[in-house]
C-alpha cells in the first residue's frame, strides 16, 4: 500500500521566459515527483511513454522515486511561453500521449491518488470513480480544460465537472481555472460551488496572493512567501500540491499544510528545472 500514487504524464517542455529557453522534462507527474521525493513517504508515479524517452525515467528513478512506466506511442510535448509576469502563460501541444485506461490501473493499491492529467482526453471519468472506491482522489484540474486545437492549447469547461467531482477529495484548480469551471469570479464562492458538487477540499491557487483551502465550510488562507528571485514558475502548482498532500496523509490541519506547501512553491520558482529541496528547507523558510 502505497501512501501517494501519482497518475499522469510526462512531458517534453520547451520553456520561454523573458530571460532564457530551456529544454526539458515537465508534466504534474514530473514536478510533483521529484518535489515529494525528500518527504519521507511511500510513492509511486505511474506514467505512460514510448521506449525511445526511457531516459526520463532513468534519471528519476536514479533519485530513487519509484516509477511503473505504461506504454504510449507518443509523449507530451508542451511549449510554455511567460512574460514578465510569471501567473500567466501561452502554451502549444507538438505532441499527444495515449490515455490512461481503468485496466491499466487496476493492480495499484494507494491511501491517496493524484491525478495530473494534461489534456482533457488523458483519464475518463470512469478511472476517478474507480479509484475513489480504493482510495483518496485529488485531482489538479488543468488538464479536463485544455483542448488542443492546431497545436494550441485553447481553455474550455470540463463537460463531464459533476459526474466526476463528487468522487473527488482534494480540488486544485487556479483563479482562472476555478472561474472556467464555475462561471464564479470570486474565489469563495466559486470554491463553494465546487464543494456543492461533491468535493470534500478545494485548494485554489493565486499565484503572488497566496492560496486559499476550503473544506466543511471553512474557509483557510494562505500566505504567500516571498522568493529571494522569481526564475521559472513552471511547476510551482505540482510543487504545492506535493507539499500539501504530503503533509495531509500525515496527518496536518489545513492551515499547516497549506502553509507548507505554499513554502515548497517559493523555494521552487526561484530557480529553473524542479524543486530539490529537503522538508527542512521548507520549515526553515
Known amino acids: 500500500m502505497y501512501d501517494i500514487c501519482c497518475i499522469g504524464h510526462i512531458t517534453l517542455d520547451k520553456v520561454v521566459t523573458p530571460g532564457s529557453v530551456v529544454h526539458m522534462a515537465g508534466g504534474t507527474s514530473f514536478y510533483f515527483s521529484n518535489a515529494i521525493r ?27 522515486i519509484e516509477v511503473e ?11 510554455n511561453i511567460y512574460s514578465e509576469n510569471q501567473d500567466y502563460r501561452t502554451q502549444r501541444v507538438l505532441q499527444k500521449a495515449d490515455p490512461f485506461t481503468v485496466e491499466q490501473l487496476d493492480h495499484i493499491n494507494a491511501r491517496i491518488f493524484h491525478l495530473g492529467p494534461l489534456l482533457a482526453d488523458d483519464m475518463p471519468v470512469a478511472l476517478i470513480r474507480t479509484l475513489s472506491a480504493k482510495g483518496m482522489v485529488s485531482l489538479d484540474v ?33 483563479e482562472s481555472e476555478m472561474e472556467m469551471l464555475t462561471g464564479q469570479k470570486g474565489t469563495l464562492s466559486g470554491a463553494k460551488m465546487l464543494a456543492g458538487w ?15 483551502i476550503y ?11 516571498k522568493p529571494v528571485s522569481v526564475v521559472d514558475a513552471t511547476g510551482c502548482g505540482d510543487t504545492y500540491m506535493a507539499g500539501y498532500l504530503s503533509q ?13 506547501a ?16 529537503t522538508k527542512e528547507d521548507v520549515m526553515k523558510l
Not at 508515479?45 to 532513468?58: G, R, Y
Not at 473544506?215 to 512567501?225: E, L, M, Q, R, V
Not at 505554499?262 to 529541496?277: D, Q
Request: glycine share 8%; charged share 25%; proline share 3%.
Open 142 to 174: 488543468q488538464g479536463y480544460l485544455r483542448e488542443v486545437r492546431n497545436e494550441n492549447v485553447c481553455a474550455i469547461d470540463w463537460a463531464d465537472k459533476k459526474e466526476a467531482l463528487q468522487y473527488i477529495t482534494v480540488l486544485k484548480a487556479n
Open 38 to 64: 525528500n518527504m519521507d513517504i511511500k510513492y509511486l508515479l505511474i506514467t505512460a511513454l514510448p521506449q525511445k524517452e526511457m531516459q526520463v525515467v532513468s534519471d528519476l528513478r536514479n533519485k530513487d
Open 262 to 277: 505554499a513554502a515548497m512553491a517559493t523555494l521552487k520558482i526561484e530557480s529553473s528545472g524542479p524543486f530539490t529541496g
Open 215 to 225: 473544506k466543511d465550510g471553512n474557509f483557510y488562507t494562505i500566505p504567500a512567501y
Open 248 to 260: 495531509r496523509v500525515k496527518g496536518a490541519g489545513l492551515q499547516d499544510a497549506g502553509e507548507f
Open 198 to 212: 461533491g468535493v470534500k477540499e478545494v485548494v485554489i491557487t493565486l499565484g503572488s496572493m497566496g492560496s486559499v
Open 69 to 79: 512506466v505504461l506504454p504510449s506511442n507518443h509523449t507530451v510535448y508542451f511549449e
